[in-house]
């Protein structure tokens, strides 16, 4: 599933809109990661998106 664990960041509906203004169903998604993190203390498999982990709210394990 397209969301963040920490942030909550998840898949937002919109429209295409044509350059003749039809309307068709899109949708934009988080650019979400599979990483392992420290979690309560102990390494876990989280799902995060690249903003959480580039500001440092995630701490990896490695």
């Known amino acids: 599933m397209a969301k ?7 898949i937002v509906f919109g ?3 044509s350059h003749s ?6 949708t934009w998604k988080p ?3 599979r ?6 203390g102990s390494p876990k498999r989280v799902n ?3 903003r959480c982990l580039r500001s440092g ?4 394990a490695v």
Do not use: E, W
């Open 4 to 10: 963040c664990d920490f942030c909550g960041k998840a």
């Open 15 to 17: 429209n295409n809109v």
């Open 21 to 26: 203004h039809r309307r068709s169903n899109r």
């Open 31 to 33: 650019n979400v990661k």
């Open 35 to 40: 990483v392992k993190a420290i979690v309560a």
């Open 48 to 50: 995060a998106c690249t």
């Open 57 to 60: 709210k995630v701490t990896r």
